[in-house]
């Protein structure tokens, strides 16, 4: 048996993170717009890091929901990593990071989720990281999405493994960390942005905002992320779907990175700090 055509695919992993919240609603959309578009590009293998809830309260979502422990068996994943909430917070710090202020101001919940999820990306980073795919695709359960993504997933499979591709909607002062498709280094520079937060805090007083902290540890790698215009929108606990603004980055804000970066770029070759 010939298994030279196997042995040449090009390795593409798919990285789910986070909780699943939604998936039954929105695993149609993932099935059809990223899984099914990079089986036809390659070789792939799906990994996940999620925490194991039944139960949702969030006042700054309106969630007050059951959960079912058991929904991540639908995505059928090669490797599953499954953890408790909590855990993670002292690890990073929590309090000293919510002394430092709350961008969110809702009593340090939202930043608490947010470091739950910077958390599941740094683990979620060493599952990928030990099967050295050409692709890596980040991808929320929670999301439902609209457009396929077979396009960007080949256009990643000849670019360096430096690139990386972010949506190019709701940037909030920094990039947009709703979804990320890119070369292993890229990657990994996204997914162990935990490690960067004392960095982060240290340079700019906090507090800690998930876009700005994105922007940041992106061009601390020297990485200014392609964009796309495909959409991907929040399905809560409930089967609720958001209206999302999907309107793009402007112009200014485009060219404000990259001088940004650029500035950033010299300034390191000259061994100076700056924000």
Request: glycine share 8%; hydrophobic share 40%; aromatic share 10%.
């Amino acid at each position: 048996m010939d298994t030279t055509k196997t042995e040449r695919k090009p390795r593409i992993a798919i990285g789910f993170f986070g909780i699943t919240r939604s998936l039954k609603w929105t695993l149609p959309s993932i099935q059809e717009n990223i899984i099914q578009p990079a089986r036809e590009l390659g070789e792939v293998r799906l990994f996940a890091h999620l925490y194991q809830q039944t139960h949702i309260a969030n006042p700054r979502s309106g969630e007050n929901e059951l959960l079912d422990p058991e929904e991540y068996r639908l995505l059928e994943c090669d490797e599953v990593t499954l953890e408790a909430p909590g855990g993670c917070l002292e690890e990073a710090r929590y309090d000293w990071i919510l002394s430092h202020g709350d961008a969110f101001h809702d009593g340090g919940k939202s930043l608490a989720n947010l470091i739950h999820q910077l958390h599941s990306l740094q683990v979620l980073g060493r599952m990928v990281g030990k099967w050295s795919p050409n692709v890596v695709i980040l991808a929320r359960p929670d999301l439902q999405y609209q457009d396929n993504c077979k396009e960007i997933i080949a256009g990643h499979l000849s670019l360096s493994t430096d690139s990386l591709t972010i949506p190019d909607w709701q940037w909030y002062g920094g990039y947009n960390d709703r979804f990320a498709v890119g070369g292993l280094r890229a990657i990994q520079a996204y997914l162990d942005r935990v490690s960067l937060i004392p960095l982060y805090v240290q340079r700019t007083g906090g507090p800690l905002p998930a876009e700005r902290f994105l922007r940041f540890s992106l061009h601390e790698h020297g990485i200014l992320p392609n964009r796309t215009s495909l959409r991907a929108s929040r399905v809560r606990a409930n089967g609720y779907t958001l209206l999302e603004n999907f309107k793009p980055a402007s112009a200014g804000k485009r060219a404000a990175r990259f001088f940004e970066l650029s500035i950033r770029r010299l300034l390191k070759k000259f061994c100076i700090v700056i924000f």
